[in-house]
């Protein structure tokens, strides 16, 4: 039986498989297929954004390679950057003793 860890890295690798390769390259995400990514599973944070390069501006930075691709390495980049953020928030939220 899978680890808690273990069944966090099957769902990221089979969130990535569920968007890569929709526009060809299965081992990447498009631009396009980024954005169907960002609208869909982190749908809150794209609600809230009020500039609509932020998401253009995000593909780019993550783009490690500038082949206007992610492939799973950058989108791992991209989930590790928001698990930070949420840690931090956490951390900045949570009571002291």
């Given amino acids: 039986m ?7 890295i ?11 390769g929709r526009e060809g390259d299965n081992c990447t995400l498009s631009k396009r297929e980024f954005l169907a990514f960002m609208n869909t599973e982190l749908a809150a944070f794209t609600k809230n954004q009020k500039d609509p390069g932020v998401m253009d501006r995000m593909m780019k930075k993550l783009d490690l390679n500038s082949d206007g691709q ?3 390495q950058e989108f791992l980049n991209l989930i590790g950057g928001i698990a930070v953020a949420c840690h931090n928030t956490l ?7």
């Fill in 70 to 72: 992610l492939d799973f």
């Fill in 10 to 20: 099957e769902s990221l690798l089979a969130v990535f498989q569920r968007y890569a």
């Fill in 91 to 97: 951390l900045v939220n949570t009571p002291r003793p």
């Fill in 2 to 8: 899978p680890t808690e860890t273990e069944r966090c």
